[in-house]
Structure formats: C-alpha cells, structure tokens
C-alpha cells in the first residue's frame, strides 16, 4: 500500500472529524507532492528551509503493524509518526549523497515536507493522547 492509499484509508476509518480531516489533508498533499515531482524534473525547486520542530516522541513509542485492519487512532498516529520520521530521513540522505544542487535542494524541500506532517501528527498525539494518558 503506497503513501496516498494508506493515508486515505486511515483517513476513512477516523470517527473524529479533526483527525480524519488530517489524515485526509496529508493524502491530498501527498497527491500533489508526485504531481509537483512529475514536473519538477527539469524545474528548480524553491527553497525555504526553515528548521521544523521536532518533538521527539516518536523514538520513545513502540512500533505497531500497520497491516492489521483494526489498529485504533493512537495506533494510526503512531505509524503516521513512524512513516513520516522515515521518510524524512531517506530525503535527507538522498539530499546528501546527490552529486548536484538542484537535486540536493530538492531532496530537502522533500525532507522539510516530511517534517511538517511529521509535526503535525506528533502534535495531535500529544494534544490528544498524551494529555489523555
């Protein structure tokens, strides 16, 4: 199940409004990231690579698998978190190895990407389960 699918599907099993509308808004962003990627290959990138917060919450959680069909919101976070952290750190390699800068900024505009929904998902655990817990 690629990125989109997985996300989309989360998306759909969501009773929280909020939540849904946030697995349903990275989905969407996903979309349009291969999109922009399609276009991007002779276009050079733009920049703003600001540093994104990292909360540090996902080293700490343990891993949950993402095949079972009834994994909860916590669990759905969790992977999210998990997905996001890994990705984020492929671009960044991928930035650090690629012999060219267009490519070498594109793969951190990717990696910055990656960070924000990483953010974002770490701010909902917390908002909403940890203070729970």
Do not use: W
């Not at 909020?18 to 349009?32: N, Q, R, Y």
């Not at 993402?66 to 916590?74: A, E, M, V």
């Not at 505009?109 to 655990?125: I, M, N, S, T």
Request: glycine letters at 2%; charged letters at 35%.
């Amino acid at each position: 199940m690629d990125e989109v699918e997985f996300y989309s599907e989360v998306a759909s099993r969501m009773d929280r409004k909020h939540v849904k509308g946030l697995f349903g808004d990275i989905a969407l962003e996903k979309t349009a990231r291969m999109l922009r990627l399609e276009k991007m290959k002779d276009a050079k990138p733009e920049l703003n690579l600001d540093e994104i917060k990292d909360m540090k919450i996902t080293g700490s959680l343990e891993d949950v698998d993402h095949t079972r069909n009834d994994f909860t919101y916590q669990d759905a976070l969790i992977i999210a978190m998990k997905k996001e952290k890994i990705a984020f750190r492929l671009y960044k390699d991928l930035a650090s190895a690629a012999l060219d800068e267009p490519s070498k900024k594109l793969f951190l505009v990717l990696a910055q990407e990656k960070a924000k929904h990483k953010l974002c998902f770490e701010v909902e655990y917390n908002n909403n389960i940890l203070t729970e817990n």
